[in-house]
């Protein structure tokens, strides 16, 4: 499956040009310039991908960035297909959309020099959020590599919805040997994410232990005035009621003064 029924002829590879996508804050271009194989009028763009529309902005102002564009985020794998430059779409906002089904024309809006698909690719989280963000492309990975063998794959193919989301899980912590400065979403920091949550964890098991030691001091104290309280029933003495608020308050008062202590304070 590709964006185009007829098969695609690409006229700029990812990661190419760095010295003009330099001004953008990119290391190269950020994602792949296609155009339908055979020009033949069908310039329809389809989805490779089912999804969920999470993107539609109609912006078709010359030199704006993507123009009018569309992005369907397949929430099991992770992937966030960008369809860029179209000349109108025919989608919108939450839908759910299926492979193969038209997302739009090809055009040229934007940022452009001519009609063609910027096609790009983020990985995403399970809400949506995209990852990687400092790889020097904004996020976006090269798609070739997923468009060629894109269900392609027997073991991709076979796989339910649950696995394609562990499978996807484990490629975003995988290790990148080219990266040796430990970049956002390397298997260095899912660990340092996972010992950073074992001391917020431990930190709450302490906070804990602290409350549960004022309760059981609370119910300690309970039980002293429980105590007190039916010894003067059963015996009952002379008073007055200013030693009767003398003796509460003082009572009082230095149970406040344990509690703080237990916390700390």
Known sequence: MTPFRNGLRITQKYGEDPSYY????????????????????????????????????????????????VVVLNRATGRAWWYCHLAQNYVEGKQQIKRGEVIGEMGSTGNTNGAHLHLGLRLANINGEAINLNNGYSGFVDPLPVLTKFNDDPVEKSMDEDTKRAVANLQFYRVDPSNKDGQEGNFEGFCNRLMDRDRRFSSLVADLSVANNVINELKASND??????????????????????????????????????????
């Open 22 to 69: 330099g001004q953008f804050g990119l290391a190269g271009h950020e994602g792949l310039d296609l155009v339908p194989k055979v020009f033949n009028g069908d310039n329809q763009v389809v989805c490779i991908e089912d999804g969920e529309v999470v993107r539609d902005i109609d912006d078709p102002v010359a030199g704006k960035a993507y123009g009018n564009h």
């Open 224 to 265: 002293t005035l429980a105590s007190k309280l039916a010894k003067v029933v059963e015996n009952p003495e002379p008073t007055t009621p200013e030693t009767a608020e003398k003796t509460a308050t003082n009572y009082f008062a230095n149970l406040i003064i344990k509690i703080l202590r237990k916390l700390g304070l």
